[in-house]
T-cell receptor, first 114, second 114 residues
Framework: ELKVEQNPLFLSMQEGKNYTIYCNYS?????LYWYRQDPGKSLESLFV?????AVKQEGRLMASLDTKARLSTLHITAAVHDLSATYFC??????????????FGKGTLLTVNP | GAVVSQHPSRVICKSGTSVKIECRSL??????MFWYRQFPKQSLMLMAT?????????EQGVEKDKFLINHASLTLSTLTVTSAHPEDSSFYIC??????????FGPGTRLLVL
């Protein structure tokens, strides 16, 4: 059974600081997603990482994937208040055909303080 | 990006009644739709996967007779919570995709059973 662990689960940081959220998963997978969720809202897709060594950046967020270590990171650079949200990583179980399914981590609640 | 809608956005019902939630892909044809539930401050848990024209595949522990899923067309899937009870109160989110692309999430439906 695929297990996905995120840490930290809670992150309070100051504006302007850098930090990294980690996502470990237990079985082989070739596809990992990062999502953002604002309170009371649904999920917004941030990144799709498809191969070992993949790195994607959008604004102050950068995501990377190491399939050998089964680890993905979401790095936040010079945080701003607007980044406050819950961030989820999700791993594709790769069950074959079109029934690919995602297992989500527990989420990291990020609060950026002025 | 692709747009997925859900209706209703929130619903309050009495215990014992049934509630239907619709999920529509507005600008693409979804070969697969997924239904998730999310309890407050928790992660998303996959309930079931549905492909157009075939029976839904339910995750372990999800009662298929209680959560009826119909995927009648490539743009519409419905989830019916039958004989709802207070413990069914949750945030229900659908997602849609084609082939093995990114899942696009709907805005969610908040269900409160009194």
């Amino acid at each position: 059974e695929l297990k996905v662990e995120q840490n930290p689960l809670f992150l309070s940081m100051q504006e302007g600081k850098n930090y990294t959220i980690y996502c470990n998963y237990s079985t082989t997978s070739d596809r990992l997603y990062w999502y953002r969720q604002d309170p009371g809202k649904s999920l917004e897709s941030l990144f799709v990482l498809l191969s070992n060594g993949a790195v994607k950046q959008e604004g102050r967020l950068m995501a990377s994937l190491d399939t050998k270590a089964r680890l993905s990171t979401l790095h936040i650079t010079a945080a701003v208040h607007d980044l406050s949200a819950t961030y989820f990583c999700a791993v594709d179980r790769g069950s074959g055909g079109s029934n690919y399914k995602l297992t989500f981590g527990k989420g990291t609640l990020l609060t950026v303080n002025p | 990006g692709a747009v997925v809608s859900q209706h209703p956005s929130r619903v309050i019902c009495k215990s014992g009644t049934s509630v239907k939630i619709e999920c529509r892909s507005l600008d693409f044809q979804a070969t697969t739709m997924f239904w998730y539930r999310q309890f407050p401050k928790q992660s998303l848990m996959l309930m079931a996967t549905s492909n157009e024209g075939s029976k839904a595949t339910y995750e372990q522990g999800v009662e298929k007779d209680k959560f009826l899923i119909n995927h009648a067309s490539l743009t519409l899937s419905t989830l019916t919570v039958t004989s709802a009870h207070p413990e069914d109160s949750s945030f229900y989110i659908c997602s849609a995709s084609w082939v093995r692309e990114t899942q696009y999430f709907g805005p969610g439906t908040r269900l409160l059973v009194l």
